[in-house]
């Protein structure tokens, strides 16, 4: 018959020489009860003693099976790691984090770029500003020359093919490239800003407004007059001019916000 263990609840038979779970003798497991030999009260003479009268019993808690009987362990022994496997992790591990280092500089630069998850700071907004407009310059320069140099080609030798309708549209190429990745920060910026990154679609229609709502009407600016034609494009600066203000002057949110972390390192 199996019965429930009064130390540790585990189902054992009655006739079991000790507890399989907890290792305690039949006299705990039973929760056998005598009567005191002082004041005649019933207890189990497994815990000690008496809880009337606090006389002692001649079985202790933390006796032992009786000689000869097996008792199993009361959990099973944990093994060490294997030494080849726990020489093999810290070489591993340094490892992996020597290659962290060195992709984590490039990681950083791509998601920058080419992800529009995330924020940026006025910071990293004005550095990419700084990046465009030396790539600008030096696109500007380098067609320049060509022009020049293509003058005095073609002064001397009229039937020489040009060169600087390639340079042309590998600037035009560069300056699509360009606006692109530009687009991506902005998004992040407003990112940063607690907005839409549709706001990068929305902030040139709402500048272009006007424009586009006359060219459905079929109505040319130019025509209304100087009046209302300055007025269109003071509305169109008004509106560069407010969302410039937001991205490039404005601070960021601190904290966490619903697009990621705070690009400042707070919060």
């Known amino acids: 018959m199996l019965v429930a263990c009064q130390e ?6 009655e006739t079991a020489l000790a ?3 907890c290792g305690a003798p039949p006299e705990v497991f039973l929760g056998e009860s ?20 606090g006389a002692s019993s001649s079985i202790s808690v933390t006796s032992s099976a009786p000689a000869g009987a097996p008792v199993p362990p009361l959990q099973s022994a944990v093994l060490p790691k294997p030494p080849r496997i726990a020489e093999r992790a810290p070489r591993a591990l340094a490892g992996s984090d020597a290659q962290s ?12 770029l080419f992800s529009p998850r995330g924020r940026v700071s006025r910071k990293q907004l004005w550095q990419f500003y700084g990046v465009c407009g030396a790539i600008g310059f030096l ?6 020359s060509l022009l020049t ?8 030798n009229p039937s020489t093919p040009t060169a600087l309708s390639v340079a042309m549209g590998v600037r035009g ?18 990112h940063d800003r607690g907005m839409s990154g549709w706001w990068t679609l929305w902030a040139p229609l709402i500048a272009w407004a006007p424009f586009i709502a006359f060219k459905l009407m079929g109505v040319d600016i130019i025509e209304l007059g100087s009046m209302t034609s300055g007025t269109f494009v003071a509305w169109y600066f008004g509106v560069i001019i407010v969302f410039f203000v937001i991205l490039s002057i404005l601070p960021g949110q601190r904290g966490e916000n619903r697009f990621g972390r705070d690009p400042l390192g707070s919060g």
């Open 8 to 13: 540790c609840g585990a189902q054992i038979s």
């Open 19 to 21: 507890c399989p779970s």
């Open 34 to 53: 005598r009567p005191c030999s002082e004041c005649g009260e019933s207890f189990c003479p497994a815990f000690g003693a008496c809880p009337s009268c």
């Open 101 to 112: 280092k060195l992709s984590g500089p490039y990681t950083r630069i791509l998601t920058f």
């Open 139 to 144: 696109m500007n320069s380098w067609a320049q």
């Open 149 to 156: 140099r293509e003058n005095v080609v073609g002064l001397l």
């Open 173 to 190: 190429v560069v300056g699509i490239l360009m606006l692109s990745l530009l687009a991506i920060v902005i998004i992040k910026r407003f």
